[in-house]
């Protein structure tokens, strides 16, 4: 059994998750497909820790899922925020920002 | 090559008249044409000193030169800015500062009524100076500022009266005619320099054995161009009678004896060159032969008094560049011909001057009529100028047309055939219309306007016209006793060729000369004098009158070959200025707007366009790398 | 094709089944979250491929990450997302056609385009050949491991990755804080509302819970003291469905008035 096996398999989830960034309108679907990337490399550091032998891409994972539960608290929050006032959750509707 | 430190007073004297006039405005209208006419004076006096002393000296020594200043200094190419005062120069500048002056004390009655006057002296000024520069100059680029001088003084004056939008064109087509020429007389000054190092007459005389036939018969034939151009001649021929819309004492000094004569001098002045050149020699004659044909049938049809003796100046100085196209042998007659030819023509044309000053300024001969018993002085000066282009003994035509038309004679087989027939013609044509100018003019019935009341001109008219009737009669005796000026200009030609052979002997040639233009003379008589002179010009005329009236058809034929191509070319151009090269520049900005639109459609606002954007922004940096890893 | 299958049939290991079964399901999985149109669906898959993470974790003997992946990721993090969807609304769902022009193909074709890379940049890549394995650096047990450097290495990392979290969390409280629209009312303001109401019946309030009960289900009515049934005791919608428990069933026959005294 080939360790890069999960390399692979990580590549495909993100890949997966980036598409469904840009594809999906629900902010929270949105979000869904990021966490999806994070654990994509999660994968990839944990897998890279078994090659390497060492378990310093254990801690690397270890301190992004840290990261990742502070980003969805916050993000979460303000799509909550949001929601209140605009009751919408579609990304699509925070256009200003064009020509 | 003596030096003399007096040349420049020649040309200073008229040209700070022409400053002073011009810089000092109104404050100068009481005195300015006085100071004028004193300042053309002195500078004749200084002529006139410069001659008595050329005469005492021997005959090499006789050429004077004097250097101004160091003009350009450019690598191997250098100039001085020089006066030359030889044996040629000399007649020139006596017959211009000479002619010039009575010229000007003729329009300080001629001009009195008009309020511009001093602006008119000024521009007098300007021209004898600019002349005598042409004339002086000891080297082609000298020249070509004496060049250029005359053009413009000639600009100046003839559209003198520019409210008129007919003058101001006149005056407008004279410069751009003139400026084809000038091209000639830069391309022979490149080619000059080109070919020889050198552009100052000693300079170029003395290379002009290493250089090679065609870099000569190119240089002459350029050379032709351009005295073509000044002086009027075929093909540059169709300003001269537009430019009589001047006032008639600049049609008088500019347009009959000196500035259309520059060319001839040019061509004299450049004698090395075009006898080494057989071929551009032989087209200076074929020119002179053709313009003197094109003017002499140009002055049968014109009513118009000023444009009849314009055509005739085309025609003589015809009779001009065909005797200096001659060779060495032609040289000296031709400029005889100029000499008399100023005296003669200049006195007719303030004649001219005169009889419309009496008739309320009428150009039309159909409208003068018996004037002779109204204005006695004119009519004999006149006269006298008529005869002596007649080429009448004792009168100056007579000799020097007559050497003109012995010498074409001479020049020896088909050539000298034809040639002479030629000029023989143009004289029986000569006598026609000048005939018929007197006729028309000074006899017969009276057709006047109503409000017309000819009467005598003031002295200050008649005097120059009578001084130059004195000149009339007698220069041509002067200049040919003893061959006077032939042996006079002697030095300056090379005569190595010369193999007199008499095809005619001269007594034959001027007993064929009084023939024709007695022929012409009765021909003229018969037509005007016997018959009612309609005072409005007749329609139902032969085709040969009415292509004489539109002057030979040459402004139909510059319009349609020269100036309808040239519009058609700058309505081309500047439509594809504005589509090709505006439309490029108009392209390119609206290729920066479009793209920046298109570009534009990429700031949507949309989050996921731009999440899109960084994944292609990813996949592109790993592509790179795919690359180098590769 | 055959040949494959037998290969990896003989040779197959414990894990090499289980990541051939899982792998191609959490792929599987994933995809369909991005497919599916109800939000709470993909909330759901995404829980699922998530517990499949937690299971390559522990079979690459990560152990400590595997359980903390199921805690955090699977237990937290996905419920929180579950509790938003229902705050947003359940029943929420995009309509599949898409409104920027274009941007289907492009992130498809980018998607391919990455995918496509990365796969062929990891079959150059000469590393995983020969995978070292994690037996010697578990060799005090996997948490151990990871607090040894995690102490000493990251200390620095970890210090600051907490103090991220409590910022988090306190961004977390501002942010879902709500502002005041009216104003706070004073003592004197309620106790007015309170007497002023519609009849002086409700001054008092209503009795806590349990002082009429008769019964701790919730379809069993409160009696008042007269014996009628307290009418807001029981949620108004099962009254309505007729789901409301006879009282007299659970009423007392008889009531023990005496009271025994204190010895």
Redesign the interface.
């Known amino acids: 059994m080939d360790a890069s096996n999960y390399l692979y398999i990580s590549a495909l989830l993100f890949t997966i998750g980036a598409v469904g960034v840009v594809v999906r309108r629900n902010a929270i679907v949105v979000f869904m497909c990021i966490e999806l990337m994070l654990n994509a490399a999660n994968l990839s550091f944990v897998t890279f820790s078994r090659i390497n032998g060492d378990l310093d891409g254990q801690v690397m994972a270890f301190f992004t899922m840290v990261v990742a539960a502070c980003e969805v608290v916050v993000g979460l929050a303000i799509i909550v925020t949001i929601y209140r006032s605009r009751r919408s959750a579609s990304v699509d509707d925070a256009s200003l920002l064009k020509r | 090559m003596t030096t003399s430190t007096s040349l420049v007073y020649l040309i200073a004297l008229p040209l700070a008249g022409a400053a002073l006039l011009l810089l000092g405005g109104r404050r100068t209208n009481k005195w300015g044409h006085l100071l004028a006419t004193a300042l053309s004076a002195s500078s004749f006096g200084v002529g006139l000193y410069e001659l008595s002393q050329m005469v005492g000296r021997s005959e090499e020594a006789r050429p004077v030169s004097q250097k101004l200043f160091e003009w350009i200094n450019v690598g191997t190419f250098n100039v001085d800015a020089g006066l030359l005062l030889d044996q040629l120069s000399i007649c020139f500048v006596l017959l211009i500062t000479g002619v010039g002056t009575l010229i000007h004390i003729y329009s300080i009655s001629y001009m009195s009524h008009d309020h511009d006057r001093r602006r008119f002296f000024a521009y007098l000024n300007l021209f004898i100076a600019a002349m005598l520069l042409l004339v002086l100059g000891d080297s082609y680029l000298s020249l070509y500022v004496g060049w250029e001088g005359v053009g413009l003084a000639s600009y100046l004056l003839i559209g003198f009266w520019n409210h008129k939008p007919a003058y101001a064109t006149a005056s407008k087509k004279a410069f751009v005619m003139n400026r084809v020429g000038d091209m000639g007389l830069s391309f022979a000054i490149m080619i000059a320099f080109a070919t020889m190092g050198t552009v100052s007459f000693a300079g170029v005389a003395e290379q002009v054995d290493n250089t090679s036939e065609a870099a000569l018969t190119g240089m002459g034939i350029m050379l032709l161009i351009a005295a073509a151009g000044k002086s009027a001649q075929f093909p540059l021929q169709a300003w001269l009678g537009d430019a009589m819309a001047g006032p008639t004492p600049v049609s008088a000094l500019i347009h009959a004896a000196t500035m259309v004569t520059a060319g001839v001098y040019l061509i004299t002045r450049s004698n090395f060159v075009f006898d080494a050149a057989p071929t551009a020699q032989l087209l200076v004659v074929i020119v002179g032969a053709i313009t003197l044909m094109f003017g002499a049938l140009i002055g049968t049809a014109k009513d118009d008094i000023k444009k009849a003796l314009a055509a005739s100046t085309m025609s003589q100085i015809g009779y001009m560049t065909l005797a200096a196209g001659l060779g060495p042998v032609g040289y000296a007659f031709a400029i005889m011909h100029l000499l008399t030819h100023g005296f003669f023509k200049a006195g007719m044309f303030l004649g001219a001057g005169s009889v419309m000053h009496g008739m309320n300024d009428e150009v039309n001969m159909r409208k003068y009529g018996a004037l002779r018993k109204f204005m006695p002085i004119t009519f004999v000066t006149f006269g006298l100028g008529y005869l002596a282009i007649l080429g009448v003994p004792p009168f100056a035509g007579f000799y020097s047309k007559d050497m003109i038309i012995e010498t074409a004679f001479n020049a020896g087989g088909v050539k000298g055939i034809i040639l002479g027939s030629v000029t023989l013609l143009g004289a029986g044509i000569t006598a026609f219309y000048m005939t018929r100018v007197m006729i028309l003019t000074f006899t017969g019935t009276k057709r006047w306007d109503e409000d017309a009341h000819p009467h005598e001109s003031p002295w200050l008219m008649w005097l120059p016209m009578a001084i130059l009737a004195i000149g009339s009669v007698s220069s041509g005796y002067l200049l040919s006793r003893g061959d006077a000026l032939e042996h006079w200009l002697h030095p300056l030609f090379d005569h190595h060729e010369e193999h007199e052979h008499h095809l005619l002997e001269p007594i034959v040639v001027s007993g064929l000369a009084l023939t024709m233009v007695a022929i012409g003379v009765a021909i003229a008589f018969v037509k005007y004098s016997r018959q009612e002179v309609a005072s409005i010009a007749p329609e139902d005329v032969s085709v040969f009158t009415k292509i004489a009236r539109q002057d030979l058809m040459q402004d139909r034929f510059n319009e349609a070959v020269f100036m309808r191509p040239g519009q058609a070319l700058t309505t081309t151009l500047v439509a594809a200025d504005d589509a090709v090269v505006d439309g490029t520049v108009r392209g390119i900005g609206q290729v920066a707007m479009g793209s920046g639109s298109a570009l534009r459609g990429v700031q949507n606002g949309f989050v996921r366009s731009y999440a899109a954007l960084i994944l292609v922004g990813a996949v592109a940096l790993i592509a790179a790398i795919w690359v180098v890893v590769q | 094709m055959l040949q494959l299958a037998l290969e990896v049939g003989q040779t197959a ?1 414990p ?2 089944v289980m ?1 051939w079964i899982l ?1 191609p399901l ?2 599987v999985s ?2 369909a ?2 497919l599916v149109k109800k ?1 709470v669906h ?2 759901i898959l ?1 829980a699922f ?2 517990v499949i ?1 937690a299971i ?2 522990i079979a ?3 152990a ?2 595997g359980i ?2 199921v805690v ?2 699977t237990g ?2 996905m419920m ?2 579950l509790f ?2 229902m ?3 359940v029943d ?3 309509s599949l056609t ?3 022009r274009g ?2 193909p ?3 074709t ?2 391919i ?3 496509g ?6 079959g ?2 000469s ?3 020969d ?4 037996a ?3 060799v005090d047990g ?1 948490v151990q ?2 607090a040894v ?2 102490f000493s ?2 200390v620095f ?2 210090e600051v ?1 907490s103090a ?2 409590i ?3 306190m ?2 409280m501002v ?2 804080h709500h502002q005041r629209t009216t104003v706070r009312p004073t003592q004197r303001q309620l106790s007015i509302n309170r007497f002023r109401g519609e009849s002086l019946g409700t001054a008092a309030g209503l009795p806590g819970p349990g002082v009429y009960a008769r019964h701790n289900a919730v379809d069993v009515p409160a009696l008042l003291p007269d014996g009628t049934p307290a009418p807001t005791s029981v949620n108004a919608t099962l009254s309505a469905r007729g789901d409301m428990l006879d009282y007299k069933k659970f009423d007392l026959s008889e009531v023990n008035t005496k009271v025994e005294e204190e010895k």
Do not use: H, P
Not at chain 3, 117 to 122: K, N, Y
Not at chain 3, 131 to 134: D, F, H, I, N, S
């Open positions: 290991k894990e090499a990541f792998g959490a792929v994933s995809l979250m991005l939000a993909s909330a995404m491929v998530m993470l390559f974790y690459q003997d990560a400590f990450l903390v992946q955090v990721y937290a993090v929180l997302f938003i969807l705050l947003v609304g929420s769902s995009d898409e409104t920027i941007l289907r492009i992130a498809i980018a998607a385009g990455f995918g890379l990365m796969v062929s940049l990891l150059r890549a590393i995983g050949r995978a070292v394995g994690l010697q650096a578990n996997n491991g990871i450097l995690l290495t990251y990392a970890f990755v991220l979290l910022t988090a969390a961004g977390a942010l879902a």
